[in-house]
């Protein structure tokens, strides 16, 4: 055998071993060239009496990384990855997949259609159709439990997570982990293999099958997800596991080509492309970010200390500023419980809370600022405290180090105003718990250079933060939604739709909880000191029925009732008769609303807020408005977020 090269498929010999190299940069996406390439390099392989095994390996920095997610608007092109698999599977000579990086869909369903699969030890693999809202197409429901068992391919293919290399091979779906060159050692595991029986490929082997109460159990769980793929890929792993093979592959191919088309499926593939366009803006792709290796954190409190918190998981050290002593006690203490909590999600051991605390200096001395290069202040939320931070700042900080505020609803222009190097400053708006939410609001000034910009964009991703670009207008991009939002639900109420029909037809849209039981929950005096605050600057605030309810004490779980009453140590939502007492007289009757009437009412009006935003500079395009919701408001991904909603229902005039 010659070597062969086609655009995206290169075939050598090592000896009697065929290397076949996939090369389709970025991420080996399998395309309609390389499934052919892939058909191909099989044929070849077996026309070549010197070749006795093949090696299926990937160039760049991943093993094929699945299907051709743009691919999937259009009609599906032959040759279809089934086949491909089949074929592999079927060959006469052993193949290897060799994975380095991520094998994920697609790329791990043409692993599990060869003989072996060796990986790098920091190698994934994982079935995350699921999360495109969709369900493995090449077998990924059938060949997982004739690797790995049942169990293993509910927890792998519902769940769309992938797994460590070490996880894989305990579980069977992998044959090897081996350190050192990945090539060499594939070569040298298929030569080893061809001394010994082959096992049987993964299609003939038999599975377990499981009692029905496994089956109910799982139900249960994926039915938490909110949406179908997983409920579907769930019943067709059964079907997998009770129906001879060639069945259960023609009933996953028939799920898989009915969910493509789906509106969820369509609404997670723009939410995954607005995620990768966001993350890296076209306009910063040749600048270079500043270095950041120690952070300076101004505040304790609930944002601070979420913000440390944040920092230190991701392995930067800590620079924690209070304004005394017992101020930064309870800030290391809020800290130390975060931690606790990283601890008991399994995201840290003991020695790794260890480790969070000591990375942290704390102190009461703005001079222990000095090696920081980023500074992120978390004071109380006015305007004279912030700029008396900045002016510290500006003295203690070096001149190169960027300087950012996370201020919610002050404008940054106001609290930079008059600073010397106004252009290393910046907004970053965190969301709480901020160890926790993925969202950052990235709000530059006039005058931010375009490397502090990038530094910006470049820390959220060493946080494994979601950044998005807000322009400056009071609760720039989420919480001028979440004001018009509420504002609506408020319309509704007094329009006589009851508060717990509200709450109800925002759960069914697929929030975990509606606007009225998210405030009990959050607290309605922080929206409540915001409004007093603009009112006491002369701003025209209108009274909100929330002014109401705090002015008479209701500010929501924490005093035992807020829209609804609670019962002492329950949070379970009480409809209060307190409540229809203070809005009496301002309430029309009781008036029954279909409930995707009202969520339409309400997502159309933040649909329309989003549209103003868009027109007045403040969001950059559609997409950043639904990462901002879905990312720190709760909007259901697979709903794609309200610009996505408000499209694909055909709104095309959201003016007003
Ligand atoms: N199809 C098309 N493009 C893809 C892609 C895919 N499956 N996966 C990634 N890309 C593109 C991204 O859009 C991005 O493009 P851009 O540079 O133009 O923005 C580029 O590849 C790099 O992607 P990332 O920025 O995400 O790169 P990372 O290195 O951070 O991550 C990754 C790499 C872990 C592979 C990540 O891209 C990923 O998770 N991709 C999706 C994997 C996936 O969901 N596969 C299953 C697809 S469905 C399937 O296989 C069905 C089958 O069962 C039939
Ligand atoms: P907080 O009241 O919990 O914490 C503020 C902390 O700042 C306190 O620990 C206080 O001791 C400290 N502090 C005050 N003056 C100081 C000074 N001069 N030097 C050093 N430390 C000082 O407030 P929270 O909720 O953490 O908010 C902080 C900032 O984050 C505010 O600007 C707020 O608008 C913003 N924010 C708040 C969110 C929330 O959900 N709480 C969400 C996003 C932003």
Redesign the pocket.
């Known amino acids: 055998m010659d070597a062969k090269n086609s655009s995206v498929v290169r075939l050598r010999r090592a000896g009697d071993i065929a290397i076949v190299t996939v090369d389709n940069p970025?991420?080996n996406?399998?395309s309609v060239a390389l499934r052919q390439g892939l058909l191909d390099a099989v044929e070849d392989c077996e026309a070549d009496e010197a070749v006795r095994a093949v090696v299926l390996q990937c160039a760049g920095?991943?093993f094929i990384?699945?299907?051709?997610?743009?691919e999937?608007g259009k009609p599906p092109q032959p040759p279809h990855?089934p086949d491909v698999v089949a074929r592999i599977e079927g060959a006469r000579k052993p193949w290897i997949a060799a994975i380095h990086?991520?094998a994920?869909?697609?790329?791990f369903?043409v692993a599990m259609g060869c003989r072996f699969r060796v990986a790098a030890p920091d190698a994934k693999v994982g079935?995350?159709?699921v999360?495109?809202g969709?369900?493995?197409?090449?077998s990924?429901t059938v060949r997982t439990a004739r690797l790995a068992g049942v169990a293993s391919a509910v927890e792998l293919v519902t769940s769309g997570r992938p797994w460590k290399a070490d996880k894989a091979l305990s579980a069977g779906l992998l044959d090897g982990v081996v350190a050192g060159n990945l090539e060499d050692e594939a070569i040298a595991f298929a030569r080893a293999a061809l001394d010994r029986p082959l096992p049987e490929v993964a299609s003939e082997r038999p599975v377990e099958p499981m009692p029905e109460a496994f089956w109910q159990e799982a139900k249960k769980a994926v039915a938490k997800a909110g949406h179908q793929a997983p409920v579907k890929a769930l019943e067709l792993i059964r079907q997998g596991s009770e129906l001879p093979f060639s069945d259960a592959m023609a009933k996953e191919r028939e799920a898989?080509l009915t969910l493509r088309q789906s509106d969820e499926a369509a609404a997670l593939r723009h939410v995954?492309?607005a995620e990768?366009?966001a993350?890296?803006p076209d306009a910063l792709r040749f600048v270079t970010p500043r270095q950041v290796h120690t952070v300076g954190v101004i505040g304790g409190g609930t944002m601070g200390a979420g913000i440390a918190a944040a920092l230190r998981l991701a392995g930067l050290p800590v620079v924690l500023i209070e304004r005394d002593q017992a101020a930064l006690d309870r800030g290391m203490d809020t800290l130390s419980t975060l931690f606790d909590g990283a601890v008991k999600r399994g995201k840290l051991d003991a020695k790794g809370k260890a480790e969070c605390m000591d990375g942290v200096t704390g102190s009461v001395d703005y001079s222990a600022l000095v090696p920081c290069d980023l500074v992120i202040e978390a004071v109380f939320e006015e305007i004279g405290v912030k700029r008396s931070v900045f002016a510290e700042l500006v003295l203690h900080c070096r001149p190169d180090a960027i300087l950012a505020t996370n201020t919610s609803y002050l404008d940054p222009r106001s609290i930079a105003e008059g600073l010397p190097n106004p252009e290393r400053f910046i907004g970053l708006h965190f969301f709480s718990p901020a160890h926790i939410m993925k969202l950052l609001e990235i709000v530059p000034v006039t005058e931010t250079a375009e490397e502090v910009l990038a530094s910006a964009f470049a820390l959220a991703r060493q946080l494994g933060k979601m950044p998005v670009k807000a322009g400056i207008c009071e609760g720039f991009i989420g919480n001028r939604i979440l004001k018009r939002y509420r504002s609506e639900a408020e319309t509704l109420l007094l329009d006589g739709v009851a508060i717990a029909d509200i709450d109800q037809a925002m759960r069914s849209f697929g929030f975990r909880m509606g606007p009225f039981e998210a405030q009990d929950l959050g607290g309605l005096d922080i929206a409540f000191l915001q409004r007093e605050g603009a009112r006491a600057a002369g701003k025209d605030v209108p009274e909100t029925l929330g002014d109401i309810l705090v002015k008479a004490g209701r500010k929501g779980q924490k005093t035992g009732g807020g829209w609804y009453d609670y019962n002492k140590g329950d949070r379970t939502p009480r409809p209060s008769d307190a409540v229809a007492q203070l809005l009496k007289g301002r309430m029309k009757a009781q008036k029954p609303m279909p409930l995707d009437a009202i969520s339409s009412h309400l997502i159309t009006a933040m649909a329309r807020e989003g549209q103003a935003l868009l027109e007045e500079g403040i969001a950059g395009q559609p997409s950043d408005i639904d990462l901002v919701e879905i990312h720190g408001y709760g909007f259901p991904r697979w709903k794609g977020g309200p610009m996505f909603w408000a499209e694909r229902m055909g709104l095309t005039n959201l003016a007003g």
């Open positions: 970025p991420v996406a399998l920095r991943t990384a699945g299907a051709d997610v743009r999937f990855l990086g991520t994920l869909g697609g790329g369903e079935l995350p159709e999360t495109l969709i369900v493995p197409g090449a990924g898989f995954f492309f990768r366009a993350g890296r």
